[in-house]
């Protein structure tokens, strides 16, 4: 009898609220682009999706507890190239492992990555802003989502193109580390296209160029990396839900065709888009598409991050 209640289960599945774990601070990429899509996905599974802001340690906290969550499709991660790629060479000690111990779900949105200044910064491009970094590193500060985030990995990368070692100033988000490079509490910071196309066309900020090889269509007038002359940089993120190790296919499966329908909305499309984000092609959207990604992504990010200590 108790055998046969998994597969019953996973047929009535959802009977209940889902709990999607944020890794990150509420108003940042993560939590937007996952408040986007469980929006519409909620529709179709029939149940509310609450939204969960866990932070800490650029999202491997929050990672390490969906990990060890019950896996009968109720508890949920939006992580990303940070937490299910980069965390891995960065913490050696690492509690999860981000494909053995999570169910890949879908692909949700590719996220340029932008370099990004408070608005007074002198630099006034970036040819200018690599100059300045070089001549003052001593004195700048970059904002960052903590160890193992997007943000801190697409400036390492940055850092090492640019040979140059700058402090980080750690917040629990980009949403908290925006709201101080708009304050000009903080010089710089690479972070997700969602988060900056607000803001950017409010003019708080300066961006000095996106790191993909064309020009986003939300921002027509922010010059590539290749344009602007540094086309060694280029960064993309990626986010992505996951289920803990274990929850039944028929559950994952259930997840994913929302995940697809809600992709597939006029809607859902136009609010991704119109923040920069890169919807997911068809082939690209399968549970077996993501293990690809994540696998290939801690085998790139092992070749480039060291550990901390
Ligand atoms: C966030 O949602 O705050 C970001 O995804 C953090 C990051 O990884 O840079």
């Given at each position: 009898a108790g055998l046969a209640a998994g597969p019953v289960q996973a047929q009535d599945y959802p009977t209940r609220n889902i709990t999607m774990i944020v890794p990150f601070a509420a108003g940042g990429p993560t939590d937007v682009i996952a408040r986007i899509v469980t929006g519409h996905m909620q529709q179709t599974l029939g149940q509310t999706i609450v939204i969960e802001n866990v932070v800490g340690a650029g999202g491997t906290t929050a990672s390490t507890r969906a990990s060890k969550?019950?896996?009968?499709?109720?508890t949920l991660i939006t992580g990303h190239m940070g937490t299910h790629a980069a965390s891995v060479p960065l913490y050696?000690?690492?509690?999860?492992?981000?494909?053995?111990d999570f169910e890949p779900v879908g692909l949700v949105a590719g996220t340029p990555i932008l370099i990004l200044a408070r608005?007074?910064?002198?630099?006034?491009d970036l040819k200018e802003f690599v100059a300045y970094l070089k001549a003052n590193t001593d004195k700048l500060n970059e904002a960052h989502a903590?160890?193992?985030s997007v943000s801190y990995t697409s400036c390492q990368l940055l850092d090492s193109v640019l040979k140059i070692n700058p402090t980080g100033v750690p917040f629990n988000g980009t949403g908290p580390a925006m709201n101080a490079l708009v304050g000009g509490q903080v010089d710089y910071m690479c972070d997700q296209i969602v988060n900056a196309v607000p803001q950017i066309k409010g003019g708080t900020i300066k961006a000095y160029?996106?790191?993909?090889p064309e020009r986003n269509p939300s921002l027509p007038d922010v010059p590539t990396t290749a344009e602007a002359g540094l086309p060694e940089y280029q960064a993309q993120a990626w986010n992505a839900i996951f289920a803990p190790k274990g929850t039944p296919a028929p559950i994952v499966a259930k997840l994913n065709a929302a995940l697809v329908k809600a992709l597939d909305d006029e809607g859902v499309k136009k609010r991704l888009l119109d923040l920069g984000s890169v919807i997911p092609k068809p082939e690209e959207r399968t549970p077996e598409s993501l293990k690809k990604l994540v696998d290939s992504e801690i085998t790139k990010w092992s070749g480039v991050l060291k550990p901390l200590n």
């Open positions: 969550a019950a896996p009968d499709g109720y050696p000690k690492l509690a999860y492992h981000p494909s053995r608005k007074d910064f002198p630099p006034k903590g160890v193992g160029a996106v790191a993909t």
